[in-house]
């Protein structure tokens, strides 16, 4: 649509466009209803939405509640590895196998209605759309498989992508959300909850097992084996280097279409080295709680040179579906985006790259990469 952008990055509601009126004034209060006044146009939208969004999330209750709590929920497969590690590009080679379900970006952004709206909305929010993504030239569609981390941010708040609406409170509150270790007991059980509720929706609308990507659970494979000890995981992990140059280009990207404050750009070196520590020294000491046969990791590299043989080395490490039955739509897939242009960056200057190898040290060590 011409000119959504321009509106997108001025009025649109970003991560909270399902958010009900409710949790809504919960997180306004929580931040001592501190928007900045280039967001104000953001605010009232969401403002907005969040009545019809509590009217629908009545209706979707009572109409299939009880259904849904009774929903049998089949072992799901987990995507794991940091923002811009090659997650996406994984997550939807998998979407092209239809014995998986995914969620997609309507039901993320409005996790409490889309039962009852996604076949009367999804179009609606689609004329709004961009074809790509703000950070990168991946498609951006209302159908296309995206990270079910979105839908927490409505659900609850309670999730680390909310410290991208709200920076300042990103280290006082919202980065607990990350791991969820530093959080409150009765934090974590909502989280719990409210994981499983999408979960059981999805499994009631599709009846197939799941494949889910949130970057965040590299650092909570506990608390995923708690909900769902026989889950499966596949975690992609890529050259430290291009993980930072591309989130630094991430934040700068992102911000304009979801914050209600300023971000300190200043700091966010710092807080990508952090949070990167954040994630993989859980995921190091978590790992091995994942039961033998069910975890498969791989190189974002491999995965780029050869997709069809990185796939089919998952599904035979994991013990999945016959891959020859998708082969082919994965070979159409790849066809599709054979043009695909990835973002280039500058140099890492000499101090930064020292920075990097010195405070990743670790996470080099652990896959081999060269320093």
């Known amino acids: ?38 967001y104000w146009g953001r605010a009232a939208t969401i403002t907005s939405g969040s009545i019809q969004n509590s009217l629908c999330a009545w209706i979707e209750t009572q109409r299939y509640g009880e259904r849904i709590r009774n929903t049998k929920v089949l072992a799901p497969l987990f995507i794991l590895g940091i923002w811009r590690s090659g997650t996406t590009h994984l997550h939807n080679l998998f979407a092209q196998d239809d014995r998986y379900a995914f969620a997609n970006n309507y039901q993320v952004c409005f996790p409490r209605t889309f039962l009852t709206m996604e076949k009367l909305h999804a179009k609606f929010v689609g004329r709004f759309m961009p074809v790509s993504r703000p950070q990168d030239n991946v498609a951006m569609g209302v159908h296309e498989a995206q990270e079910d981390e979105f839908a927490f941010c409505s659900m609850t708040g309670r999730s680390v992508v909310m410290g991208w609406v709200f920076p300042r409170r990103a280290d006082l509150q919202y980065n607990r959300y990350l791991s969820f270790r530093d959080a409150l007991a009765d934090e974590v059980l909502e989280w719990k909850a409210s994981l499983l509720e999408l979960v059981r929706k999805l ?35 890529r050259n430290p280097y291009r993980v930072f140059q591309s989130t630094m280009h991430l934040m700068e990207k992102i911000s304009p279409w979801i914050a209600l404050q300023r971000m300190d750009e200043e700091g966010l070196e710092s807080r990508t080295i952090k949070q990167y520590k954040d994630v993989y020294s859980v995921f190091l000491e978590e790992r091995d ?61 000499v101090e930064v790259c020292d920075r990097i190898a010195r405070e990743w040290r670790p996470y080099f060590d652990a896959w081999g990469y060269s320093i």
Request: hydrophobic share 40%; aromatic share 10%.
């Open 1 to 38: 649509m011409p000119g959504s952008s321009s509106f997108l990055t001025h009025f649109g509601p970003g991560v909270l466009s399902g958010i009900t009126l409710g949790r809504w004034l919960k997180v306004l209060r929580e931040n001592r209803f501190a928007v900045d006044l280039p």
């Open 289 to 349: 709680l994942i039961p033998k046969g069910n975890l498969c990791e791989l190189g974002f590299e491999d995965l780029e040179a050869d997709p069809s043989s990185a796939m089919r080395g998952i599904y035979k490490q994991l013990g999945l579906h016959d891959f020859a039955r998708v082969e082919p739509c994965l070979k159409q897939y790849l066809g599709s985006i054979d043009g695909y242009a990835k973002n280039k960056y500058p140099e890492l200057p």
């Open 203 to 237: 499994s009631f609308k599709y009846e197939k097992p799941l494949v889910l990507k949130s970057p965040a659970h590299t650092c909570r494979i506990k608390l995923l084996l708690d909900l769902f000890p026989t889950a499966k995981f596949v975690h992609v992990h």
